[in-house]
């Protein structure tokens, strides 16, 4: 009977993951659709890329500034062991533009708006707002889930290149002005080591995660429980699934990025 009861467990549990990833894909399909389709609410759009994106710059900027200000100790700390701190502006610059410019912002993106974004859907959901706007023939996909996925994919890589252009200022006011790097060899050294494939992978990957970003927090609002309790466990499962997928996928990214690009 225990052991029964153990396997019917275990089915039940792929089942839902099962039927969980199924809708959830359904979302993404339905909500791509709806931006496509007319007609075209433009002013929900900017509001949500103000909401995700402008409301976001001064944290972006602040910690964009101290990480490339830490890169830049660190690489001089170890490079100084092989005699090579020239290196230290292209370590800074290519650590940011390829890794964690791309990660940090949708990290960041994720906790401050994306959590918002779970809250409010949810809270419409479980007050009946959405049923409303069915019931008023407004298609709630198109309303309510198009302009937040639209602006997330359009606000991450932009968030991204502040993140990237404050973070080497950052580097660079601590390996020039504080640890005495010279000026001409920290920017030269960074140009000749970054390229365009550098940048193309960092743009697609913050376009990945800034979809990933829009399609979790939608679907977790749009699908939280009923009540308080419903919306506080959506909102942390909006979080913690979307903060995974994205480290998840940005192994996945850099592995095929590499071959596509590098090899």
């Known amino acids: 009977m225990n052991s029964y009861t153990a396997t019917e467990k275990v089915g039940k549990t792929f089942l839902d993951i099962t039927e969980g990833w199924g809708n959830a894909w359904i979302f993404l399909f339905k909500t791509v659709g709806a ?3 007319p007609p075209f609410r433009f002013h929900l759009f900017v509001y949500q890329l103000m909401q995700i994106g402008a409301k976001s710059t001064l944290v972006i900027a602040l910690i964009g500034l101290f990480t490339g200000a830490v890169l830049a100790v660190q690489a001089v700390y170890t490079l100084s062991k092989f005699g090579a701190t020239a290196f ?7 650590s940011l533009i390829r890794e964690l410019g791309p990660v940090l912002t ?21 007050t009946e707002q959405i049923d409303a706007l069915r019931s008023m023939a407004v298609d709630p996909m198109k309303y ?8 997330g994919f359009v606000a991450m890589p932009l ?7 404050i973070g080497i200022f950052g580097g660079y006011v601590v390996g020039v002005g504080l640890l005495g790097l010279s000026s001409g060899t920290f920017i030269s050294e960074m140009e000749s080591a970054v390229g365009r494939v550098d940048i193309y992978s960092g743009f ?30 959506a909102t942390t499962q909006s979080v913690v699934t979307a903060s995974v997928a994205v480290l998840v996928v940005d192994y996945f ?3 095929i990025l590499t071959r596509v690009f590098f090899d």
Do not use: H, Q
């Not at 230290?88 to 290519?94: E, H, K, M, N, P």
């Not at 697609?204 to 939280?224: E, M, P």
């Open 88 to 94: 230290t502006g292209s370590a800074v610059a290519l």
């Open 204 to 233: 697609i990957k913050s376009c990945v995660f800034g979809l990933i970003f829009g399609w979790v927090s939608c679907y977790k609002g749009f699908t939280c429980g009923f009540g308080a309790v419903g919306v506080n466990r």
């Open 253 to 255: 990214l850099t592995s």
């Open 159 to 165: 968030l991204n290149a502040i993140f990237i252009a």
């Open 35 to 37: 931006i496509l389709k």
């Open 106 to 126: 949708a990290l960041m993106v994720i906790g401050r708006a994306g959590s918002a974004i779970t809250a409010e859907v949810g809270i419409m959901k479980i």
């Open 144 to 151: 309510l889930m198009a302009p937040r996925l639209l602006a």
